[in-house]
């Protein structure tokens, strides 16, 4: 009986690590992407630097956590929503670590726009743009927390916000191409910035859709649309809005 409950509580505590892993992840995520940001936005290059650096800590917990997930499963043999947590600790810790790849890819963009000027409005809608990017990784780490199976599906809900401006400033960088070839170097870079922040709304959608896996059981609906209208823009005819972010 002792050795029943020994193996019990060893099993419990092994599963409160893996959840407590995850949660210490995401904040390391959250950090990655305020602080590239503002790296970018300020020109900053050494906090730039320490954001590269932080994503090796990050990877290195990925694989720290794929392991004892793996080694866990392999030992205990767990069912039903023991094994859902399990395996879906596995997928948010992938997602969290492209969200660190991304604030990463986003950091070493600071010193090639550096000596490039920058339209004021754009750097604000690329602020604005991961504020709700941070909001959505923020929530939807809170509803890991509660199990909240609801607000994960606010928080998929919540993505075409994201989307919606992506394209807004997407638009608004064509434009300013278009007008000054000079510019071009400057807001290609802002492009890449823009979609990476995209893509870290995606991934905390893709977060959202595996605590509604982890709590019910069943996958989400099918795929949720996405309002990135990025590509109409690039056909021929297509007519871009004047220079001045939308909304």
Not at 18 to 36: C, D, F, P, T, Y
Not at 65 to 94: C, F, H, W, Y
Not at 236 to 245: K, T
């Amino acid at each position: 009986m002792v050795m029943s409950e020994h193996i019990v509580t060893s099993y419990e505590d092994e599963l409160k690590y893996i959840v407590r892993r995850i949660s210490e992840m995401g904040g390391q995520a959250e950090r990655m992407v305020e602080q590239s940001v503002l790296a970018l936005t300020r020109s900053d290059w050494g906090l730039a630097q320490s954001v590269v650096a932080d994503d090796l800590l990050l990877d290195a917990a990925q694989r720290e956590l794929d392991e004892r997930a793996i080694l866990t499963i392999a030992k205990r043999q767990p069912m039903a929503i023991d094994l859902r947590e399990i395996v879906g600790a596995i997928r948010i810790s992938n997602d969290l670590e492209r969200i660190g790849d991304l604030a990463k890819n986003i950091a070493k963009r600071v010193i090639a726009v550096h000596d490039h000027s920058q339209p004021i409005q754009l750097v604000r809608g690329l602020e604005h743009l991961s504020e709700l990017a941070l909001d959505q990784l923020k929530e939807v780490l809170d509803a890991y927390g509660a199990r909240d199976e609801q607000r994960a599906m606010a928080v998929r809900e919540n993505d075409e916000q994201i989307d919606a401006m992506y394209t807004s400033i997407f638009r608004e960088l064509l434009t300013y191409m278009m007008e000054d070839p000079r510019n071009i170097t400057a807001c290609t870079h802002l492009l890449f910035t823009a979609k990476n922040i995209e893509r870290i709304g995606d991934h905390a959608t893709n977060i959202a859709e595996t605590i509604y896996y982890i709590k019910t059981g069943d996958q989400m609906e099918a795929e949720r649309p996405k309002d990135d209208r990025t590509t109409s823009l690039l056909q021929p005819g297509s007519n871009l809005p004047p220079a001045g972010l939308e909304g």
